[in-house]
């Protein structure tokens, strides 16, 4: 008998606690946003999608995950998969700045098909950028610097990038 007065009481109170909504803030500071890439002309095809999400400490920091992928192929001369991740790090001393540092890691696959000679490449690509931006709202423009760059193993073709950062 006590042993059902024990398991009876607690679904009652299980039950009783379930019903009440719990609230959390961290997803009101969660911010999602990314990057879509399409470029194509003769013989050439490329895609890239980059989603992301960035969790905002308060108007000043913020911190943030992203992934990566990407596509190429060049006909008749090789093909690319390109897979990973990052790691960024957002800091604005004043709203209409934004200092960003943000590393990201690569798996790079080439394949290449010059109908001489038949080679692969696999590696990683590691890219530590620093930059800065003007931010407006949502969306922030602005120049970033790779300081790991690598001229023959980065998959960006000079280390310095423009970007457009929107995240909602």
């Known amino acids: 008998m006590k042993q059902k007065i024990i398991i009876g009481f607690l679904l009652i109170t299980t039950f009783s606690f379930?019903?009440?909504k719990y609230t959390s803030d961290f997803w009101q500071n969660v911010r999602f946003g990314?990057?879509?890439?399409?470029?194509?002309?003769?013989?050439?095809f490329s895609g890239t999608l980059a989603p992301s999400a960035i969790y905002e400490f308060n108007n000043q920091f913020g911190l943030g995950l992203g992934l990566n992928g990407t596509i190429n192929n060049q006909k008749d001369v090789y093909k690319s998969t390109i897979l990973g991740g990052s790691l960024i790090g957002l800091?604005?001393?004043i709203n209409e700045l934004q200092l960003s540092a943000e590393f990201e890691q690569l798996n790079v696959n080439r394949?290449?098909?010059?109908?001489?000679n038949l080679a692969t490449d696999n590696y990683w690509s590691p890219a530590l950028f620093v930059g800065a931006g003007y931010r407006?709202?949502?969306i922030t423009f602005g120049i970033r610097y790779d300081i790991l760059?690598?001229?023959q193993k980065s998959i960006y073709a000079d280390p310095w990038?423009?970007?457009?950062?929107?995240?909602f």
């Open 18 to 20: 379930s019903q009440q």
């Open 91 to 93: 800091f604005s001393p």
């Open 111 to 116: 394949r290449y098909d010059t109908r001489l």
């Open 149 to 151: 760059y690598d001229t």
């Open 34 to 44: 990314g990057g879509i890439g399409l470029s194509f002309g003769d013989g050439f």
């Open 136 to 138: 407006n709202g949502n």
């Open 161 to 167: 990038a423009p970007f457009v950062r929107f995240y």
